[in-house]
């Protein structure tokens, strides 16, 4: 998972639109889309991004590596977007009990989820 995809995720995760993350750095909503785009930002970027999502800079670094590096990172990427389609109060799945949700399951969920929505929370190719 790139840099702009955590930015996208944490956003989520704090239940913000492009266009209020935008209000808070001072910037225009296409330049928050920009950035979600990329797969690298430059470090001063980061900062005001993650100061402005209450994250620490940590998290849009260490995860990144860790997506790539670890053996459970797939579990993890999957339970974290899983997560974000849990906490989204007009989809209103978060009521329902997962707990019998299949590792497989919850990615085909969040799969439809972001073409219900028109987001990515998942990485392209991701199986």
């Known amino acids: ?5 955590r930015i996208r995720l944490a956003r989520k995760q704090a239940g913000m639109t492009q266009a209020q993350l935008a209000s808070a750095l001072g910037e225009s909503q296409p330049t928050v889309s920009y950035v979600e785009r990329k797969s690298w930002v430059r470090r001063s970027v980061l900062e005001k991004y993650a100061q402005a999502l ?42 329902r009990d997962d707990s019998g949700l299949t590792l497989a399951a919850k990615r085909d969920i969040v799969r439809l989820y972001e073409q219900a929505r028109r987001v990515a929370l998942l990485p392209e190719g991701f199986n």
Do not use: K, W
């Not at 998972?1 to 995809?5: I, L, N, R, Y």
């Open 1 to 5: 998972m790139h840099v702009g995809e």
């Open 54 to 95: 209450g994250r620490p800079l940590s998290y849009f670094l260490q995860e990144a590596e860790q997506c790539s590096a670890q053996p459970g990172s797939r579990e993890t990427v999957i339970e974290q977007a899983f997560d974000v389609v849990r906490r989204d109060p007009d989809f209103q799945f978060g009521a």
